[in-house]
Nanobody, 115 residues
Framework: QVQLVESGGGLVQPGGSLRLSCAAS??????MGWYRQAPGKQRELVAA???????NYADSVKGRFTISRDNAKNMVYMQMNSLKPEDTAVYFC???????????WGQGTQVTVSS
């Protein structure tokens, strides 16, 4: 069983920055990524990164968010700059096991962008 521990959420003013981190137990993950869910909305993909470093971003965050990973430490990060109120959501870490394709979710970390 894979456990994911997220950190880095919080309250920030519009235009500010936050860095999310996710530590995964175990190893050998193919895609690692971040999703978010705002109140009353469906969970959506924010950014994902493959083991080889290829990235995919939601259009709404392109140019503002940067996803990265450390394969040796089984960590995935997301630097979020120029935050907007519409970025307010619970952010979830998601990883996929290379061997089985099974996906695992973290508990979520709240990001609130407000003045």
């Amino acid at each position: 069983q894979v456990q994911l521990v997220e950190s880095g959420g919080g309250l920030v003013q519009p235009g500010g920055s936050l860095r999310l981190s996710c530590a995964a137990s175990g190893s050998d993950f193919s895609t690692m990524g971040w999703y978010r869910q705002a109140p009353g909305k469906q969970r959506e993909l924010v950014a994902a990164i493959t083991r080889g470093g290829s990235t995919n971003y939601a259009d709404s965050v392109k140019g503002r968010f940067t996803i990265s990973r450390d394969n040796a430490k089984n960590m995935v990060y997301m630097q979020m700059n120029s935050l907007k109120p519409e970025d307010t959501a619970v952010y979830f870490c998601n990883v996929q096991r290379q061997a089985t394709g099974t996906r695992y979710w973290g508990q979520g970390t709240q990001v609130t962008v407000s003045s």
